[in-house]
């Protein structure tokens, strides 16, 4: 079985594309604004806060609406969140929009995106079942999504070359409108899951402890986040790393982790068998934080580059963490925990990337990377710890409210 079998489904073939329509739209869009409010305020510091408006939402989002992945029907969700997208994407390309609303905006799509990840990933396993499909299923969605950021930048770049910023936005409406369409069209409509009583608040919140106070799931969650945190150190910096390089580099660089997430997850689930994921994903998870200890030699752009292919390969230890999270959590609490997954993972990026930003202030770059590397080492170990003590263990599916 392979990634053959995943595309022979017919409703996993519109949510991929589907998918694949509004990563670029999110990552065209992000450009767009970017340019946008640096060309309205002349600040790069508001032009920045446009990428970090993309993540820090992401912790409010998931808990507070984690809920709606399981309280209404997934179709609906979904089709809902990319018609939500598509209106502040328009609304960010009306002239005369002040930078305070185009920031307003960002922070809506950036709340949206945690419970629409949530629930396509939950719903992955309605179409695709709990098991072999599933996984890799939610490979392909993330190579999916590091596939469009290789080809949101150029797409963006070109497009931002030949029509104004606004013009580029209205682009991106037309993306999150045919993910809903697509959406709408090719998936089937299924009723919302049991267990969703209750009011949207008090249900998110109650899931969340649900999730929490379970050792097993607990632990996994960690081990999805922990990782990542100090995975993207190297990414945050490598712009001033690359300074009095010449400029092709650091695009290069830019690409060198996508790159290596893409060839290991494909290679992972091509030629790898559930066990051989499963026992490969606590040593992975591991490794992923050892190609940044190489930068405390402070190497040239070539060998630069073959780090960042090799931090990237470290993203395969994710296809293992899929079969055995969907395994502990019950079906009841699958789209709460998908969106806090989610939300948790992006909020542990942006706090890596501020953290070495402000390392970086006061320590040389390259120290920064490797002391990160090192850090990494040791948290996840700790992690590694308690998913070894987790095992055996799962959770009791919640009483219907």
Known sequence: MGYRAVFAVREFRAVF?????STLGVVVA????????YGITGSPLLSALTYALGLLPYALGGTLLSSVADRYPARRVLVVCDLICAACALAMAAPGVPVVALLTLRVVTAAVAPVFQGTRAATLGDILGEGELFVLGRSVIRIVGQSGQ???????????????????????VVTFLG????????????PAGPGSGGTLLRSSLSGLRLLFADRRIRALLLLSWVPPTFVVVSEALMTPYAKGLAPGWLGLLMCGMPIGAILSQS???????????????LPVALLSSVPALGYFFEPGPGWALLLQVMTGFGIAYTLGLDQWFVAAVPEELRGRAMTVMTAGLMTAQGLGMA??????????????????????LVCVLAVLHLVRRSEGRALSPPAAR
């Open 17 to 21: 594309a589907a998918h694949a329509l």
């Open 30 to 37: 992000e450009i767009a604004l970017s340019v946008l409010v």
């Open 150 to 172: 290789l080809v949101g930048f150029g797409m963006g770049g070109l497009l931002l070359g030949i029509a104004s910023a606004r013009a580029v936005l209205v682009v991106t």
């Open 179 to 190: 993910s809903a369409l697509l959406l709408r069209l090719g998936t089937l409509a299924r």
């Open 267 to 281: 290679l992972a689930g091509s030629l790898l068998g559930p066990r051989g994921r499963a026992r490969l994903t």
């Open 355 to 376: 953290l070495a930003g402000l390392a970086a202030e006061f320590f040389p770059v390259h120290q920064v990377i490797s002391g990160g590397g090192a850090v990494g």
